[in-house]
């Protein structure tokens, strides 16, 4: 219809025809029209025909359409069961890989990890083909086993992780940790990690453990090590990261504990510290610093080095794991030295302290390696804290020492005037100090970062020598003779002089140190020299030999000086002299520079005196009876029984 008007529009709508077309048009409609009316009958006949011929058709039609139905049924049919085939084979398969895989993993890991994990993984795609023919009938029940053997095949990955793990983290022999070479080496490589570089490896911004020269001892055969990470990415895989997470940290933690027992590592308390004594003390921090070398250059970076290894390429908090495996070891290879500086203190223990301070300084860069990140902090803390807490300790001790040195009240007397033994103990102590210069500088700074360090020390130095000279005062006024008291305190100043000028603290102290303190030896020989020999000197004394005071004129007859004066003198010298020999020749001045100077002095003063006393008034006692008596000394006799002062000979007062 649409087309037709369509057409019937254009017609009207077109240019007109020619007048001969339309006319011959109209003849053939005429013509039409006058056949159809003659041929009406046949027409009707025809139709009839017609009619019939449409009847039979339809019915050919409608016996012929169930065969054309059932045509197309068969070769759907057909197309169905080759469809039904191929999902029966493809289901076969899958059987058969399920079946094939089940043989293998109940077989378990042990024999070939790698058959078994690849047996897995065939079930685990089994699993999932299953899981898309929801239409398959007994496809739930299939499903149920397969997944029934998948979570048995977990659990016995996690056995034979388990059991490779505790098989073995076995100790390190002691005799292989005390002959190690050498020390590990450390490098500084902002790039290098020292764990796999995934997202859940540890990312160390400035620091790694690198590979050292000579390798850290084997904490596990590098054989199980592969293993070891296929079991553990599987586990993670799984989801059983807690569990390989607790079995990895279990294991080491044991193995790593048990190397420090064989060791000789125990925990120890401020009572154990204090009930020990001196010597074992030092015995014990020998030990305790070897230890911790051991465990900073081996044990430590071993377990890290382990760590990183069997989680390597898999995203799991291994820092966690390593920071909790070490802990408890860690804080045990402490606990000596934390005890002992926290246990009373006492100037014997200042230099084990710094024996142990100076390992714990030394292996500072290797704890901030190790454990550096985030989960260690409190190992990392504990370090350093102690590392404080020594150094406080150290210089509390300091000022222990000076209180001790000034306070000192024992009851050691010197009856010779020789050097005290508290001054023979705080120089000893001095000298010792500078066998730990370099640590002591260290620990300064601890405190002082930037100060002089050498500053810092000469401020302790100087400290404990006042505290030393103060005590030696005090000690001076004991002696009841003031001539032993200035031998005393020239001796003792003399010592603290003089081994300063032999030690590197003279570099400390300074000259003027030492040329005030020479000052005071000077002082008290000189004051010696007065309280000692002035009345000796005094009797000799030309001018003491006048009752007037006034010089003696050779004639006598004409002075008022009577021989019996002068027989007087001469026995006062003796008597005088004698016991100063018979004393002092008990006193000690142990250095013999001092000595000479000493008995030089003393030679200087007295020899010129009783030379020029017996050369005046010697006649007057020559033509005695006895002469000797008044004559006892010759002046060689004299020269040399000077030789014999501060000699000690004998002890006693």
């Known amino acids: 219809m649409k087309g037709f008007m369509d057409g019937w529009s254009s017609g009207r709508t077109g240019t007109a025809e020619p007048p001969e077309m339309m006319e011959a048009l109209v003849q053939r409609v005429r013509k039409l029209r006058a056949s159809i009316e003659s041929s009406e009958g046949y027409a009707e006949s025809t139709a009839a025909v017609l009619g019939s011929y449409e009847q039979r058709l339809s019915d050919i039609d409608a016996a012929m359409r169930p065969i054309q139905?059932?045509?197309?049924?068969?070769?759907r049919a057909h197309d169905n069961i080759d469809r039904a085939i191929r999902a029966a084979n493809d289901i076969l398969a899958q059987v058969v890989t399920a079946r094939e895989a089940e043989a293998t993993i109940l077989k378990g890991p042990h024999e070939d990890l790698e058959s078994y994990l690849k047996a897995v993984d065939r079930l685990k795609e089994v699993a999932g083909f299953f899981t898309l023919k929801d239409n398959f009938n007994n496809c739930e029940r299939f499903l149920n086993d397969i997944n029934i053997l998948l979570s048995k095949s977990s659990l016995m990955i996690e056995e034979e992780f388990k059991n490779l793990m505790i098989t073995h983290s076995t100790p390190v022999e002691p005799d292989l940790l005390l002959g190690?070479?050498?020390k590990p080496k450390w490098a500084i490589d902002g790039?290098?990690?020292?764990?796999?570089?995934?997202?859940?490896?540890?990312?160390?911004?400035?620091?790694?453990?690198?590979?050292?020269?000579?390798?850290?001892p084997a904490m596990i055969l590098p054989r199980i090590l592969p293993l070891l990470?296929?079991?553990?990415?599987?586990?993670?895989?799984?989801?059983?990261?807690?569990?390989?997470?607790?079995?990895?940290r279990d294991a080491r933690r044991s193995a790593l504990e048990l190397s420090l027992r064989k060791l000789g590592v125990e925990k120890l308390s401020k009572d154990d510290v204090e009930r020990m004594k001196l010597d074992a003390l030092e015995a014990k921090i020998g030990k305790c610093t070897q230890f911790m070398r051991i465990a900073m250059r081996l044990l430590l970076p071993g377990e890290r080095k382990l760590c990183d290894e069997v989680f390597d390429g898999i995203s799991f908090n291994k820092d966690q794991c390593?920071?909790?495996?070490?802990?408890t070891g860690v804080l045990t290879l402490l606990s000596f030295a934390d005890a002992f500086a926290k246990s009373k203190r006492s100037p014997e223990k200042l230099f084990l302290l710094l024996d142990i301070y100076e390992v714990m300084h030394e292996f500072g860069s290797e704890v901030e390696v190790i454990f550096q990140d985030s989960f260690c902090s409190e190992i990392r803390g504990a370090a350093l804290g102690l590392l404080k807490l020594l150094a406080q300790t150290a210089q509390e001790t300091f000022v222990d020492f000076e209180e001790i040195i000034e306070k000192d009240t024992s009851k050691t007397n010197v009856h010779d005037g020789t050097v005290h033994p508290l001054t023979i103990y705080a120089i000893d102590y001095v000298k010792c100090l500078f066998d730990y210069q370099s640590t002591l500088k260290l620990l300064f700074q601890e405190f002082e970062t930037g100060s002089d360090t050498e500053f810092q020390l000469g401020v302790v130095l100087i400290k404990i020598m006042q505290a030393l000279q103060n005590n030696l005062d005090g000690k001076s006024k004991q002696y009841k003779d003031p001539a032993l008291m200035c031998i005393f305190l020239a001796n003792n100043v003399h010592y603290m002089v003089t081994s300063v000028r032999r030690s590197e603290a003279k570099n400390i102290l300074g000259d003027y140190w030492i040329q005030r303190h020479r000052r005071i030896v000077q002082q008290n020989a000189n004051q010696y020299k007065r309280v000692a020999w002035g009345k000796v000197v005094q009797t000799l004394s030309v001018q003491g030999a006048s009752s007037t005071g006034m010089s003696i004129p050779s004639d006598l007859s004409s002075s008022g000086v009577s021989r019996a004066m002068i027989k007087e003198r001469f026995k006062s010298f003796n008597m005088?002299?004698?016991?100063?020999?018979?004393?002092?020749s008990l006193w000690t001045i142990p250095d013999q520079e001092l000595r000479e100077t000493l008995r030089l002095a003393i030679a200087e003063v007295l020899l010129p005196a009783y030379r020029s006393f017996v050369k005046r008034f010697g006649n007057l006692v020559e033509n005695e009876k006895k002469p000797h008596k008044y004559l006892k000394y010759s002046l060689e006799g004299v020269d040399q029984l000077l030789g014999e002062f501060f000699e000690g000979q004998q002890s006693g007062e």
């Open 229 to 248: 990470n296929a079991l553990a990415q599987r586990l993670v895989q799984d989801g059983n990261q807690q569990s390989c997470y607790r079995i990895y």
């Open 69 to 75: 139905v059932s045509r197309q049924a068969a070769q």
């Open 191 to 216: 790039d290098t990690e020292a764990s796999g570089g995934n997202s859940g490896d540890s990312k160390h911004p400035s620091k790694s453990l690198a590979t050292t020269i000579d390798r850290t």
């Open 576 to 584: 005088q002299f004698g016991e100063l020999h018979a004393k002092q």
């Open 322 to 327: 390593f920071a909790e495996l070490a802990g």
């Open 180 to 182: 190690w070479p050498s």
